[in-house]
């Protein structure tokens, strides 16, 4: 079974700063990495899929990259409605999943 | 604009089977290439992949739930359903359902708003 272990389990982030959120692969699975957003008491919501695409109606603040197994969703100017948790999923293999552990963006 | 709705008891008593169902609006079963599942969360942790179906055929239980998972469709009311059968404490979580693509493309793009289910006597 792929594992994907998402770094840091919390980031501390001022609002306006950069925030850079990783997720390993503990195997290749090319691009296929998705990233969603959880904020408390909502559904996940899809932000990224196939590693840098992103999901219709995401900000462009958004981006997604990849090096090897090594997948960074980066967050270029946080606002307030962006700290929220954040999981990737890998989808090359089947079945889907799984998740990672996610990431919490906190308010520095 | 895709819609998904879960409903069911929110109590589950120990032992018992947790029956879950998930209203869809906006796509069809008949003729969507999209697969149906269930993702559950604990409280306080992450995501956890139950299971998916395609077209009434089951594509994915999870091994973990040691085969106490029932998915199925109903085409003539757009809905699909979990069945977990023999619950303790360890399910207690909020399920969603979703809604993702085929091998290859399987990330989620819809999902539901989620239901707590507590198992408790």
């Known amino acids: 079974e792929i594992i994907m272990t998402q770094s840091p389990a919390t980031l501390s982030v001022s609002a306006g700063e950069r925030a850079t959120l990783s997720c390993r692969a503990s195997?290749?699975?090319?691009?296929?990495v998705a990233w969603y957003q959880q904020k408390p008491g909502q559904a996940p919501r899809l932000l990224i899929y196939?590693?840098?695409t992103r999901a219709t109606g995401i900000p462009a603040r958004f981006s997604g990259s990849v090096s090897g197994t090594d997948f960074t969703l980066t967050i270029s100017s946080l606002q307030s409605e962006d700290f929220a948790i954040y999981y990737c999923?890998?989808?090359?293999?089947?079945?889907?999943?799984?998740f990672g552990q996610g990431t919490k963006v906190e308010i520095k | 604009q895709v819609h998904l709705q879960e409903s069911g008891p929110g109590l589950v008593k120990p032992s018992e089977t947790l029956s879950l169902t998930c209203n869809v609006s906006?796509?069809?079963?008949?003729?969507?290439?999209?697969?149906w599942g269930w993702i559950r969360q604990p409280p306080g942790k992450g995501l956890e992949w139950i299971g998916s179906?395609?077209?009434?055929?089951?594509?994915y239980d999870n091994p973990s739930l040691k085969s106490r998972v029932t998915l199925s469709v109903d085409t003539s009311t757009n809905q699909f359903s979990l069945k977990l059968k023999s619950v303790t404490a360890a399910d207690t979580a909020v399920y969603y359902c979703?809604?993702?693509?085929?091998?290859?493309?399987?990330?989620?793009?819809?999902w539901g708003q989620g239901t707590l289910v507590t198992v408790s006597s």
């Open positions: 979703v809604r993702h693509g085929a091998r290859g493309y399987s990330y989620v793009d819809y």
């Open positions: 906006g796509d069809s079963f008949r003729t969507s290439p999209y697969f």
């Open positions: 179906i395609y077209n009434s055929e089951i594509t």
């Open positions: 195997q290749s699975v090319s691009r296929n």
């Open positions: 196939g590693a840098s």
């Open positions: 999923q890998q989808y090359n293999n089947w079945p889907p999943g799984p």
